[in-house]
Protein backbone atom coordinates (compact mmCIF):
# COMPACT_ATOMS: atom_id res chain seq x y z
CA UNK A 1 0.00 0.00 0.00
CA UNK A 2 1.30 3.76 -0.60
CA UNK A 3 0.08 6.81 0.72
CA UNK A 4 -0.59 9.94 -1.59
CA UNK A 5 -0.41 13.57 0.24
CA UNK A 6 -1.46 16.35 -1.66
CA UNK A 7 -0.70 19.98 -1.55
CA UNK A 8 -3.87 21.70 -2.85
CA UNK A 9 -4.31 25.88 -2.35
CA UNK A 10 -8.35 25.61 -2.61
CA UNK A 11 -11.37 24.51 -0.31
CA UNK A 12 -13.01 22.27 -3.27
CA UNK A 13 -9.73 20.73 -3.85
CA UNK A 14 -9.27 19.58 -0.27
CA UNK A 15 -12.98 17.74 -0.90
CA UNK A 16 -12.47 17.25 -4.66
CA UNK A 17 -8.92 15.70 -5.10
CA UNK A 18 -9.19 12.95 -3.12
CA UNK A 19 -12.48 11.74 -4.74
CA UNK A 20 -10.61 12.33 -8.19
CA UNK A 21 -7.24 10.42 -6.87
CA UNK A 22 -9.34 7.28 -6.12
CA UNK A 23 -10.80 7.40 -9.45
CA UNK A 24 -7.74 7.70 -11.09
CA UNK A 25 -6.48 4.65 -9.62
CA UNK A 26 -9.29 2.59 -9.91
CA UNK A 27 -9.01 3.59 -13.70
CA UNK A 28 -5.18 3.51 -13.88
CA UNK A 29 -3.81 0.79 -11.84
CA UNK A 30 -6.80 -1.18 -10.05
CA UNK A 31 -4.11 -3.49 -8.66
CA UNK A 32 -2.79 -0.91 -6.40
CA UNK A 33 -4.01 0.20 -3.30
CA UNK A 34 -3.57 3.51 -2.14
CA UNK A 35 -4.67 5.82 1.23
CA UNK A 36 -5.36 8.91 -0.07
CA UNK A 37 -4.75 11.04 2.50
CA UNK A 38 -7.26 14.50 3.32
CA UNK A 39 -5.11 17.20 1.12
CA UNK A 40 -2.87 20.02 2.77
CA UNK A 41 -4.67 23.63 2.08
CA UNK A 42 -2.19 26.28 1.25
CA UNK A 43 -2.24 29.76 -0.22
CA UNK A 44 -0.77 29.38 -3.57
CA UNK A 45 1.17 32.92 -3.48
CA UNK A 46 2.51 32.39 0.48
CA UNK A 47 3.58 28.99 -0.31
CA UNK A 48 5.48 29.52 -3.45
CA UNK A 49 6.63 32.77 -2.54
CA UNK A 50 7.85 31.96 1.07
CA UNK A 51 10.47 29.77 1.84
CA UNK A 52 9.17 29.04 5.55
CA UNK A 53 5.71 28.56 4.15
CA UNK A 54 6.77 26.19 1.42
CA UNK A 55 9.17 23.95 3.52
CA UNK A 56 6.72 23.72 6.61
CA UNK A 57 3.95 22.49 4.51
CA UNK A 58 6.54 19.99 2.60
CA UNK A 59 8.07 18.67 6.07
CA UNK A 60 4.11 17.86 6.93
CA UNK A 61 3.50 16.43 3.97
CA UNK A 62 6.42 14.30 4.33
CA UNK A 63 5.87 13.10 7.76
CA UNK A 64 1.93 12.39 6.64
CA UNK A 65 2.71 10.61 3.37
CA UNK A 66 5.92 8.12 5.73
CA UNK A 67 8.69 5.84 4.73
CA UNK A 68 6.48 4.47 1.52
CA UNK A 69 4.29 7.28 0.46
CA UNK A 70 4.54 10.07 -1.88
CA UNK A 71 3.77 13.94 -2.16
CA UNK A 72 1.54 15.12 -4.81
CA UNK A 73 1.35 19.19 -5.39
CA UNK A 74 -1.65 20.25 -7.25
CA UNK A 75 -1.59 23.55 -7.83
CA UNK A 76 -3.86 25.91 -10.56
CA UNK A 77 -1.75 27.43 -13.37
CA UNK A 78 -3.12 30.45 -13.60
CA UNK A 79 -1.14 32.40 -16.22
CA UNK A 80 2.23 30.62 -15.61
CA UNK A 81 2.99 28.07 -18.25
CA UNK A 82 2.87 24.19 -16.47
CA UNK A 83 5.48 23.48 -18.28
CA UNK A 84 7.92 25.88 -17.34
CA UNK A 85 7.00 26.41 -13.28
CA UNK A 86 6.04 23.07 -12.67
CA UNK A 87 9.67 21.80 -12.94
CA UNK A 88 10.59 24.61 -10.83
CA UNK A 89 8.60 23.65 -7.66
CA UNK A 90 9.47 20.08 -8.13
CA UNK A 91 13.29 20.97 -7.77
CA UNK A 92 12.88 23.41 -4.87
CA UNK A 93 10.49 20.23 -3.27
CA UNK A 94 13.28 17.97 -4.02
CA UNK A 95 15.51 19.93 -2.08
CA UNK A 96 13.05 20.59 0.84
CA UNK A 97 12.29 16.45 1.42
CA UNK A 98 14.90 14.44 -0.90
CA UNK A 99 13.51 11.26 1.64
CA UNK A 100 10.44 11.20 -0.31
CA UNK A 101 9.15 11.02 -4.12
CA UNK A 102 7.13 14.27 -4.89
CA UNK A 103 4.97 15.19 -7.95
CA UNK A 104 4.07 18.47 -9.24
CA UNK A 105 1.01 19.29 -11.26
CA UNK A 106 -0.07 22.18 -12.78
CA UNK A 107 -3.81 22.24 -13.71
CA UNK A 108 -3.91 24.48 -16.96
CA UNK A 109 -5.48 27.06 -15.78
CA UNK A 110 -7.52 25.47 -13.26
CA UNK A 111 -8.48 22.30 -11.63
CA UNK A 112 -12.01 23.43 -13.50
CA UNK A 113 -10.41 23.41 -16.62
CA UNK A 114 -10.67 19.44 -16.21
CA UNK A 115 -14.78 19.46 -15.94
CA UNK A 116 -14.64 21.75 -19.32
CA UNK A 117 -12.96 18.69 -20.92
CA UNK A 118 -14.85 15.81 -19.71
CA UNK A 119 -17.84 18.63 -20.30
CA UNK A 120 -20.40 16.40 -22.67
CA UNK A 121 -20.15 13.65 -19.51
CA UNK A 122 -21.74 16.46 -17.03
CA UNK A 123 -24.42 17.62 -19.35
CA UNK A 124 -27.39 17.62 -17.11
CA UNK A 125 -25.75 17.43 -13.95
CA UNK A 126 -26.22 19.80 -11.07
CA UNK A 127 -28.00 21.58 -13.54
CA UNK A 128 -24.87 22.06 -16.11
CA UNK A 129 -25.85 22.70 -19.58
CA UNK A 130 -23.14 21.38 -21.88
CA UNK A 131 -22.97 22.79 -25.70
CA UNK A 132 -20.56 21.52 -27.57
CA UNK A 133 -18.08 23.74 -29.74
CA UNK A 134 -16.19 22.59 -32.58
CA UNK A 135 -12.25 23.35 -31.80
CA UNK A 136 -12.90 24.11 -28.35
CA UNK A 137 -9.74 24.15 -25.95
CA UNK A 138 -10.58 23.46 -22.30
CA UNK A 139 -7.61 24.75 -21.18
CA UNK A 140 -7.90 28.13 -23.17
CA UNK A 141 -10.37 30.09 -20.99
CA UNK A 142 -9.15 32.42 -17.66
CA UNK A 143 -11.81 31.70 -15.96
CA UNK A 144 -13.19 28.33 -15.56
CA UNK A 145 -15.18 28.46 -12.58
CA UNK A 146 -16.78 31.49 -14.36
CA UNK A 147 -17.32 29.75 -17.46
CA UNK A 148 -19.38 26.56 -15.32
CA UNK A 149 -21.31 29.18 -13.25
CA UNK A 150 -22.45 30.85 -16.81
CA UNK A 151 -23.76 27.43 -17.70
CA UNK A 152 -25.83 26.43 -14.78
CA UNK A 153 -28.79 26.44 -13.71
CA UNK A 154 -28.67 29.12 -10.57
CA UNK A 155 -26.39 31.09 -13.03
CA UNK A 156 -23.02 29.85 -10.00
CA UNK A 157 -20.95 27.07 -9.79
CA UNK A 158 -19.90 26.47 -5.99
CA UNK A 159 -16.84 24.97 -5.44
CA UNK A 160 -17.21 23.19 -2.17
CA UNK A 161 -20.39 21.56 -3.81
CA UNK A 162 -19.93 21.44 -7.41
CA UNK A 163 -16.17 20.41 -7.83
CA UNK A 164 -16.63 17.36 -5.55
CA UNK A 165 -19.40 16.40 -7.44
CA UNK A 166 -18.29 16.79 -10.74
CA UNK A 167 -15.17 14.87 -9.74
CA UNK A 168 -17.34 11.97 -8.79
CA UNK A 169 -19.16 12.18 -12.34
CA UNK A 170 -16.33 13.19 -14.95
CA UNK A 171 -15.73 11.41 -17.82
CA UNK A 172 -11.78 10.74 -17.39
CA UNK A 173 -11.39 9.09 -20.35
CA UNK A 174 -12.82 12.36 -22.42
CA UNK A 175 -10.43 14.93 -19.41
CA UNK A 176 -7.49 12.75 -20.48
CA UNK A 177 -8.10 13.33 -24.08
CA UNK A 178 -8.59 16.75 -24.32
CA UNK A 179 -6.80 18.19 -21.18
CA UNK A 180 -2.96 17.94 -21.32
CA UNK A 181 -2.61 19.03 -17.61
CA UNK A 182 -4.81 15.76 -16.55
CA UNK A 183 -3.16 13.57 -19.02
CA UNK A 184 0.17 14.70 -16.89
CA UNK A 185 -1.90 13.89 -12.93
CA UNK A 186 -2.50 10.14 -14.68
CA UNK A 187 0.96 9.80 -15.77
CA UNK A 188 2.55 11.14 -12.61
CA UNK A 189 -0.09 8.47 -10.39
CA UNK A 190 0.96 5.89 -12.81
CA UNK A 191 4.50 6.51 -12.25
CA UNK A 192 4.52 6.39 -8.69
CA UNK A 193 2.25 3.50 -8.32
CA UNK A 194 4.52 1.47 -10.56
CA UNK A 195 7.33 3.06 -8.09
CA UNK A 196 5.17 1.90 -4.83
CA UNK A 197 4.46 -1.43 -6.53
CA UNK A 198 8.45 -2.12 -7.26
CA UNK A 199 8.93 -1.18 -3.30
CA UNK A 200 6.78 -3.78 -2.19
CA UNK A 201 8.24 -6.74 -4.27
CA UNK A 202 11.42 -5.92 -2.52
Not at 137 to 161: C, I, V
Not at 190 to 195: E, W
Request: aromatic letters at 8%; proline letters at 5%; charged letters at 25%.
Amino acid sequence: MTTVVSIVEGDGEVAALPILLRRICAWLTPDVHAAVSQPIRVRRDRFLNRDEEFRRHLLLAAAKAGDKGWILVLLDADDDCPAELAPQVLERARAVVPHRPVSVVLANREYEAWFLASGASLHGKRGFAYAHSPGFDPEQPRDAKGWLGERMAGGKYRETTDQPAFSAAMDLGQAFDLSRSFRKLCSEWSKQAARAGGQSDQ
